[in-house]
């Protein structure tokens, strides 16, 4: 059985393109005792590939190259030479960017598709939803009646950083690009506002919309927003630094916060967090968001993207802004 | 009799001058019911004053045109018309750059000069060191065996936070300018070492004196120091923004922490506070330095400058980093 596999094959400066991957197939090879065989069904695309593809130290070792690039996914177990899996299984974990994937067993996790579809675990009761779940409330610590800015809101994190904080009794402001997404934002994710940063003016909308301050920041995108947003943060409060995506592919040192003595004179704080800071407590946040998803409070909104041959593509949509909500390839 | 004042004639653009100051000497008023005398005998240098001189929104208002300049004071009772307060009593208060000031009793202290010096309670018992001890505790939760680093470290804040994480069991790391100022860190102040920022390569240095890295970063200067920094923090690092010392006198905003993204692969965080967010926990901190240092755990060093009229010039000696310890004007 034929498996494609899609490799680092140089480290990008600057925005990757088909340059820095190699798309190669080889013959699945045959399982050993303990291991299983994961048909892959979907691929998580996050931002966080960017950094893995660069050769620094971080809160994970870079992707080498000529190996397979890591990624979130999931799939079905189709031959298991392991007793705790059996072939129907359904199961997530980082097998990476390929069709198939051999595991031993202890990187995957099975999950009952009676409760969500199989796409649900890797958005909302995945490591997607997870960050947004311990960053917002482990750090943010929003409270009922305070404002809750999100960047990004329209992005995976960002769509379900929002929705908890509206659960938590918050005024919600997200920050998107586009009018489309902005009513979206509103619309299908309940935010009681959202600035379009490609239209509006920037600080005054920001002034608008948090009339009373901000006290949490979800910060996914750093640069201009997360500086102007320091001008803006009230006593006390609190700046999650999630990520950078503006930043990712630059070729110079990242936009730095030059209003960050905001902090000082606010006693605030700028956090940031690794979601597998938080891997005890996962089941957790995974338990309390299916119960969101059940009672509908919680809208889990994937975008597909067919083809596991796009994906030096479709990866770039999430630096372009063109995904609403939690960007998957579908592998078949 | 006459009280010599000085009060800000006009906001300063970068560092200021004699042409901000209006030296003043007015009739000292009758006293009113209530009311309580001050000869004032010390006052306080702080870099903090720096920002009280700009006419803009912070923790505190910003001192008025015309107004005798903010400082924190300690002085003696000489007339008291308030049944709380007797000639002879010694108090500390945010009086004033002035030699007499009224009181109306609730803005001033009385101070026990039989347990520490007058002075001691404008440094180690004054806010100086509570802004160390509130600071470092409890935003910097030092552990035993950590590696704590501190900037402006022959500074009055600075030296405070060094002894009193030594008392915690941590490696101590200091920052000072001048080999004269990083003898007396390591000799007089008993950190385990002291990096010329002057003089060495500091990221090569901060490398060999922190080798097992940075756990706590107290920041009194801001700038490249705490650029580079931010590249040497371990997990969970906490950086605790006091002040930007190097920045203050800027007439272009203050050089941003460029590698912030830091505190996002490392799960780290940077917070400000203001020592009056510990108002309510000031007797705890004073109780706990004061035994510390009848222990001779902290040696409670103060710069004193004599004459009042000397106050323009004496304040920017904080800023050219002039003073080894505490730097107190004494009036007479």
């Known amino acids: 059985m034929q498996n494609l596999q899609i490799k680092l094959a140089k480290r990008p400066i600057g925005t990757p393109d088909r340059s820095n991957w190699s798309i190669e197939t080889h013959e699945v090879p045959t399982l050993q005792e303990g291991e299983v065989l994961v048909k892959i069904q979907y691929i998580s695309l996050d931002p966080a590939m960017r ?15 000529g190996e397979v690039m890591r ?3 999931a799939g079905e177990v189709i031959e298991s030479k392991n007793p705790q899996f059996k072939v129907g299984d359904k199961v997530t974990g980082a097998l990476g960017v390929q069709q198939y994937a051999i595991a031993q067993g202890k990187e995957i996790t099975k999950v009952d598709t009676q409760l969500a579809p199989l796409t649900t675990y890797l958005a909302t009761l995945g490591i997607t939803g997870l960050t947004a779940y311990f960053g917002l409330l482990d750090i943010g610590t929003p409270k009922a009646g305070e404002t809750v800015l999100v960047s990004a809101a329209a992005g995976a994190v960002g769509s379900i950083v929002g929705q908890i904080a509206k659960i938590k009794g918050c005024r919600v402001v997200g920050l998107a690009g586009g009018s489309q997404k902005c009513n979206y934002v509103i619309e299908e994710l ?4 959202c600035i379009d940063y490609q239209k509006d003016n920037l600080k005054e909308e920001l002034k608008a919309q948090c009339p009373a301050g ?3 920041y979800f910060d996914n995108v750093g640069g201009d927003i997360l500086d102007l947003a320091l001008t803006r943060i009230n006593k006390k409060a609190r700046i999650i630094i999630c990520g950078a995506i503006s930043q990712y592919n630059n070729t ?6 030059n209003n960050y003595l905001s902090l000082l004179v606010n006693s605030a704080k700028m956090e940031g967090f690794v979601v597998f800071d938080y891997a005890n407590q996962y089941l957790q946040g995974i338990k309390e968001m299916a119960q969101w998803l059940k009672e509908g409070k919680l809208n889990d909104k994937v975008h597909i993207v067919k083809g596991i041959e796009t994906f030096p593509e479709t990866l770039l949509m999430l630096f372009k802004g063109e995904n609403f909500g939690k960007l998957l390839i579908e592998v078949a």
């Open 214 to 216: 901000i006290d949490v």
């Open 51 to 65: 950094g893995w593809m660069n050769d620094a130290k971080s809160y994970i070792r870079p992707v080498q190259i």
């Open 71 to 73: 990624a979130g996914t």
């Open 190 to 193: 309940g935010f009681d506002a």
């Open 252 to 257: 110079t040192p990242p936009k730095a916060p």
